[in-house]
């Protein structure tokens, strides 16, 4: 089982990203999907998550700027990220869980992908 994030880089402030989380070994149409972030010197924190009817769970920090969605072949999940502020500055990782529940929580997810870094100037 492998997760790719791809689709981080430099951008400005205000600007707009979009990261691409691939996974790959198995089906994952119901599984949930999340994204999380470290920053430098912080912990990893809860992003958005995706559930596999596809509810969407979103941090208070991004909530109304960034959007998770699945693609159409489900094995592929998206965060668009509108609007970036430079305290969005983080590696961002996608991660896969078969829990329902309290996907805000790392522990609920089995498989973690590479992360990619995501960088936002002022």
């Known amino acids: 089982v492998q997760l790719q994030a791809s689709g981080g880089g430099l951008v400005q402030a205000g600007g707009s990203l979009r990261l691409s989380c691939a996974a790959s070994g198995r089906t994952f149409d119901t599984y949930a999907m999340g994204w999380f972030r470290q920053a430098p010197g912080k912990e990893r924190e809860f992003v958005a998550a995706?559930?596999?009817?596809?509810?969407?769970y979103y941090a208070d920090s991004v909530k109304g700027r960034f959007t998770i969605s699945r693609g159409d072949a489900k094995n592929t999940v998206y965060l668009q990220m509108n609007s970036v502020k430079p305290e969005d500055t983080a590696v961002y990782y996608c991660?896969?869980?078969?829990?329902?529940?309290?996907?805000?929580?790392?522990?609920?997810?089995?498989?973690w992908g590479q992360g990619t870094q995501v960088t936002v100037s002022s």
């Open positions: 995706i559930s596999g009817s596809s509810s969407t």
């Open positions: 991660a896969a869980s078969t829990n329902y529940y309290s996907l805000w929580l790392e522990r609920k997810y089995s498989y």
